[in-house]
Nanobody, 127 residues
Framework: QVQVVESGGGLVQAGGSLRLSCTVS????????MGWFRQAPGQEREGVSC????????DYSYSVEGRFTISRDNAKNTLYLQMISLKPEDTANYYC????????????????????WGQGTDVTVSS
């Protein structure tokens, strides 16, 4: 049984920083692309950033590029999202997801390419 658990969300002022973490169990972590997605109230879930199984390839949405950094530690089965220069529009529930197929990287973060999802962690950025 695959388990995906996010942590690190919280309330931060605009311009501040947060680091999200996601720990995965129940599969061979270093075979799968991982992704961060977010969903604000009343909006669709959108891809924020994805990283391939080795960490060599990444993708970022236009709205976060240059401010967010995705990384992974395969020895710890953990995915990270370092967020700096946070804006109120970054406020959302952030989800971690595991790719649907091993050794596949789609180049962009699409929800259809991911199978296992966490419950999410809330990020609130105050102005």
């Amino acid at each position: 049984q695959v388990q995906v658990v996010e942590s690190g969300g919280g309330l931060v002022q605009a311009g501040g920083s947060l680091r999200l973490s996601c720990t995965v169990s129940g599969l061979t972590f270093d075979r799968y692309t991982m992704g961060w997605f977010r969903q604000a109230p009343g909006q669709e879930r959108e891809g924020v950033s994805c990283i391939n199984w080795s960490g060599a390839l990444t993708d970022y949405s236009y709205s976060v590029e240059g401010r967010f950094t995705i990384s992974r530690d395969n020895a710890k089965n953990t995915l990270y999202l370092q967020m700096i220069s946070l804006k109120p529009e970054d406020t959302a529930n952030y989800y971690c997801a595991v790719g649907a197929d091993p050794y596949f990287f789609g180049g962009v973060c699409k929800t259809a390419d991911f199978r296992h999802w966490g419950q999410g962690t809330d990020v609130t950025v105050s102005s």
